[in-house]
């Protein structure tokens, strides 16, 4: 049995981690992805430190499944070596600055006229157009300028960068939906499409749940520590042995779970606290009260408790606990591969798994190993041209809504992760129906409030169809079973068990409709002591290491501010689903997939895991993981990152363009180099912290004499990949932003001028879906 992408070919002329990331979810799922590589480079070259046996933790994690050449694409003989792949392929992903295939002769209308089926990506770090088009990208550019970095910090404290490219890996998992959706473009049309997704425009989108908040309200979302402004109780509390423990409560029935856990009568009594509202206006008082119970005994303790209850808990996990977590090894989270002229190492397993169309992990090689291989024999067998089989079982023509036009899409989750997914599917198109419970789904009383519902659930189910179902009774159920036996996606979280007493398990389903994608999202895995408890943001962020890349070691624990953990899982159902369906317009059957919310973020995490196990030197993931915090750099009015300089004898004409002559002959400037990098550069923070700090603190006296934008501007003369922190206020206003169109106002006719979010993408020729609101069809 082969993957879902068994057959499709991928010519990959990715760099760094974002393009190879999302090409080796591609390998994973069965494609046949050909990694082309600069001839000549070393090893060290291909990615961030730390090395093994000096070849870079991020290309071997990024290269699994994967064989590689190595051409120079600016030689004729190469380049016609580089022709020839291109006429078999299916697939072209690259993810340069925007301009440099173009410069190469590998632009879309070259390709094209090769071979009119190619799906075609280009995936720059800010897209195609704009004041920023011409400039190189990276997780923390991403990271600070999408706004991620306002919103995390010690609460009241400075905002603050995580220490960990976590936003090249997310850009790398939007890549590869998008790719998806290409070739079920090209299955249902016959034609190739032409992609664009920006890296920033991914790491707003992966926002959409926060920003959520900004667009209802107008006011920015504070760095709030641990806590969040959402839900309440939701941070970490110090317990008696000086232990931090994660809790997370989403909705009023987990609230009444922990009091009953914790023995607090009185605050289950208090109808302040009765709901999510109250809780979020009462949180001070509230939060202490709840502290002084938490410190009074260990986590351990509180642990068990709160499992007995199924209140979502977790205590902070570090590298090591997570690897030999009985939950996480139950679940083969991490597989051991023994990668060629390595050793065996662990690396990230994918967080989904397919009932007819499994996933296999399968090691790649060194840079350009397998080079006389593809010359000679190119992908395999010979040159074609796209032809759709006759047997076809999907949709044809191409969608006036979308690519998914026509498709089907029955929701029946609740909260962050499925809702996010299944809106992710109605943004290209797919009709959308939401069944909630006939309390409506918790994530209704979510703060801040927006239109009668909060912020999060206004923004995260638009462009969807709704109704109110029990499923535990007949009658109900029998409504969902006339849904789902025409549908083509069914997503749910309820768990196979419950659902075969109710009898919409997948086998049962499968009787009713044999083309049916059956989905179940599970927080913990499948297996093991943890499979039937619930998960939180915090809870996930906390059993996966986040928060060792942000804070003070021995300080309350900072959370990523966005609901990364969450909303990545998202991204992994997407992957699946689309995976699934591509098999099911070719087969004519569906089958079933499972995707873990912990195992999402664990698979997002993967290169850093694989830099914890005796690497050459310590350093690269490792200083990152006890970093100093990595705030912005304050100038006249927009903080900003200041990112490294290409060439170090460039500093002192930099200097001159700053007005900091008088620095020129410091030796702080000078020795080390890295200082110019301040902060940013983890490496130097923390084995040389003072010199880091004193070169900030000039930094700092200069820069708050200039604007940020005009700051930008200077620096990326001389080859910084700077930008400003902003805000989301000053997201939503930046020319760039604006460029890529990652919002939108709508006037509606009931609720008046409304704000939106759009998804980072561009298809040639398709159609993007216009944002609507929420529809309550009964």
Not at 281 to 291: A, I, T, V
Not at 399 to 408: F, R, S, Y
Request: with cysteine; net charge neutral.
């Amino acid at each position: 049995m082969n993957g879902p992408l068994h057959g499709v070919k991928v010519f990959d002329l990715s760099i760094i981690g974002v393009g190879p990331f999302a090409t080796m979810i591609l390998a994973n799922m069965g494609a046949d992805v050909i990694k082309v590589e600069q001839p000549g480079w070393p090893p060290t070259r291909q990615g961030s430190p730390p090395l093994y046996r000096g070849l870079s933790i991020v290309y071997m994690a990024c290269q699994l499944g994967k064989r590689g050449i190595a051409l120079n694409l600016k030689d004729s003989q190469d380049k016609e070596i580089a022709t020839r792949l291109l006429k078999e392929a299916d697939v072209f992903v690259e993810n340069m600055k925007w301009g440099t295939v173009q410069k190469l002769g590998l632009g879309y209308e070259e390709i094209k006229k090769l071979n009119p089926g190619i799906v075609y990506g280009n995936f720059p770090g800010w897209g195609s157009s704009g004041p920023y088009a011409a400039l190189g990208s990276g997780a923390p550019t991403a990271h600070t300028f999408g706004g991620a970095t306002a919103v995390t910090g010690q609460k009241g404290g400075e905002p603050e960068g995580l220490r960990w490219y976590l936003h090249d890996f997310n850009a790398g998992s939007y890549i590869s939906m998008v790719v998806l959706l290409g070739l079920l473009h090209r299955e249902r049309t016959g034609k190739g499409l032409y992609l664009i997704n920006p890296q920033v425009g991914a790491s707003v989108a992966i926002q959409t749940s926060r920003i959520a908040e900004f667009l209802a309200t107008g006011q920015n979302v504070p760095p709030m520590g641990s806590s969040t402004t959402t839900t309440v109780p939701h941070r970490a509390f110090i317990c008696q042995d000086n232990r931090w423990l994660a809790v997370g409560v989403l909705k009023d029935s987990q609230w009444g779970a922990l009091c009953r856990a914790v023995e607090a009568n009185d605050l289950l009594a208090d109808p302040r606290f009765a709901t999510n509202p109250g809780r979020v206006q009462h949180r001070d008082e509230l939060e202490s009260r709840l502290g002084k119970i938490f410190s009074s005994k260990p986590s351990k303790w509180w642990t068990i408790q709160l499992r007995k209850y199924k209140v979502p808990v977790s205590p902070f996990l570090d590298h090591e606990e997570i690897f030999n977590h009985p939950q996480v090894k139950a679940n083969r989270f991490f597989t051991r591969l023994k990668y060629p002229g390595i050793g065996t190492l662990p690396f990230g397993n994918m967080p989904f798994q397919y009932s007819k169309t499994p996933i296999r992990i399968r090691p790649g090689n060194w840079p350009g190993g397998d080079t006389i291989d593809i010359q000679e024999n190119g992908f395999g067998g010979d040159p074609r041209s796209f032809q759709r089989a006759d047997d076809y079982f999907g949709p044809k023509g191409i969608g006036e809504k979308g690519i998914l036009d026509g498709i089907t899409v029955v929701d029946l989750t609740q909260g962050i992760t499925g809702p996010y997914a299944s809106l992710l599917l109605a943004d290209n198109g797919a009709r959308v129906i939401k069944i909630e419970p006939p309390e409506g789904d918790y994530s209704r009383q979510f703060m801040p409030q927006f239109k009668g519902v909060s912020a999060a659930f206004f923004h995260l189910n638009r462009n969807k169809e709704g109704a109110r179902l029990n499923i535990t009774k007949l009658k109900d159920r029998e409504q969902l079973l006339e849904l789902l036996g025409t549908a083509d996606v069914f997503i749910e979280e309820e768990g196979q068990s419950k659902l075969k007493r109710l009898g919409l398990n997948y086998h049962m389903l499968e009787k009713l409709n044999r083309k049916l994608v059956h989905c179940t999202i599970v927080p913990f895995g499948t297996k093991g002591t943890l499979r039937n408890q619930p998960a939180s943001e915090l809870v996930l962020q906390a059993m996966s290491d986040l928060p060792n890349n942000l804070g003070v070691a021995g300080e309350e624990p900072v959370r990523m501010g966005p609901d990364y953990a969450m909303s990545e899982a998202s991204l992994y159902v997407n992957h699946a689903i689309l995976g699934a369906l591509y098999h099911a317009w070719r087969t004519g059957e569906g089958q079933h997939i499972t995707v873990s919310q912990l195992g999402a973020i664990l698979h997002q995490k993967s290169v850093q895991w694989v830099g914890t196990v005796d690497p050459d030197a310590w350093n690269g993931a490792m200083s990152w993981y006890h970093g100093m915090p990595d705030h912005p750099y304050k100038t006249m009015d927009v903080p900003i990152r200041l990112g490294p300089i290409a060439k170090a004898e460039e500093i002192p004409d930099l200097l001159s363009a700053l007005g900091m002559e008088k620095y020129i002959s410091d030796p702080i400037f000078k020795n080390p180099p890295d200082a110019i990098m301040g902060l940013t550069h983890m490496d130097a923070a923390m084995d040389n912290g003072p010199l880091a700090l004193q070169a900030k603190g000039i930094w700092e006296e200069i820069f708050k004499k200039w604007r940020g934008r005009d700051l930008v501007k200077v620096l990326e003369k001389f080859g910084s990949a700077s930008t400003e922190a902003n805000n989301y206020q000053q997201l939503y206003e930046h020319p760039q932003t604006k460029a890529m169109g990652l919002f939108k106002e709508v006037d509606d006719p009931k609720l008046g001028r409304v704000k939106y979010q759009c998804p980072p993408w561009i298809f040639a020729g398709v159609p993007k879906v216009d944002p609507w609101p929420y529809q309550d069809i009964g």
